[in-house]
């Protein structure tokens, strides 16, 4: 099982889905405010469906048709543009069946995708952070807009788990958390009543980022960030997997102009392993090139180590 948010897990979503050996589900945040999602979220109130699209559309078939409708997004007019297709069509099922849930099963079997994708809750729920200077920050975007240290994180409301996450974590194998921003896509997840309890003997990964991010980690190192999500998890994590490949020196210094560093492992810890995953891409949105995970190098780098944990 895989928990996070929207472009990290779909990268490795995009990885795991070549290899037939493994059965995949991931468990999505819904708490995005920010973009289609947001606008959405606000006018319509459905829960904001661009993470669970984007994992959704990772799983499909790449080529096919309807994963090129549900990834259209409108690049003119006043009141279309920057909307996403697949986001419209998520919420008009919605509405239609009167459940996210059973929107983003349609979805899904309308794409018979490899595996499943499930929203962590069909509770609406909004982040609130505490800051270092002790200010609360309420809501993704804002949170993300404030670009100060973050304390803690917690939600508004008490979250109940969809109830299928809960049965799909009991009966997983592995959990992988990650790769994503930290408090906005992985952490809301281990948020959600008793999603971290029933996790707690299962094997447990963190796919660390390539980068601090802007807004929430600068100047976090590789430790902070574990020990960051095991004060959520409330237990241990198995494996670290962190990335050892050079990243090339363009995308390095634009990254760092931002205030964002490289995340390499330096920690005495046996739980760290390191493999080459860099992969630089270019944004549609803008043109800018932003560093990703290599889908194959990082879903070939968790399945062994899934394998070696699971036979241990």
Do not use: W
Request: aromatic share 4%; glycine share 8%; with cysteine.
């Amino acid at each position: 099982m895989a928990i996070g948010g929207g472009t990290g897990l779909s990268t490795l979503l995009r990885g795991l889905k070549l290899f037939s050996d493994l059965e995949v589900t991931a468990v999505v945040t819904v708490t995005d405010e920010g973009g289609s999602s947001g606008i959405i979220r606000e006018e319509l109130g459905v829960l904001p469906p661009g993470d669970l699209r984007n994992n959704i559309v990772a799983l499909a078939e790449d080529e096919s048709l309807m994963s090129k409708i549900m990834a259209y997004r409108f690049i003119e007019g006043q009141t279309l543009k920057n909307q996403s297709l697949g986001n419209l069509i998520i919420a008009a099922l919605t509405k239609i069946t009167g459940s996210f849930a059973t929107a983003i099963e349609k979805v899904s079997s309308i794409l018979a995708i490899e595996g499943k994708v499930l929203p962590v809750t069909e509770d609406s729920v909004r982040l609130i952070a505490k800051m270092e200077n002790g200010e609360e920050i309420i809501g993704e975007t804002e949170i993300i807009k404030k670009k100060a240290k973050i304390l803690e994180i917690r939600l508004n409301n008490p979250a109940h788990p969809f109830p299928k996450v809960m049965d799909s974590l009991t009966k997983c194998d592995a959990v992988i958390l990650g790769p994503g921003s930290l408090f906005t896509s992985i952490i809301p997840n281990l948020l959600v009543d008793g999603v971290n309890e029933v996790m707690k003997d299962k094997p447990k990964i963190l796919i660390a980022n390539m980068m601090t991010q802007p807004g929430e980690t600068i100047g976090f190192s590789l430790k902070d960030h574990i020990t960051t999500v095991e004060k959520y998890l409330g237990c241990p994590l198995d494996r670290i997997v962190v990335n050892s490949e050079a990243i090339p020196n363009e995308v390095l210094e634009r990254y760092r102009s931002q205030g964002s560093e490289p995340i390499f492992s330096n920690e005495k810890d046996e739980r760290v392993v390191s493999f080459p995953m860099v992969k630089v891409v270019i944004d549609p949105r803008d043109g800018e090139k932003k560093l990703r995970h290599d889908p194959l190098k990082l879903a070939a780098s968790v399945r062994e180590i899934v394998m070696n944990l699971v036979g241990d």
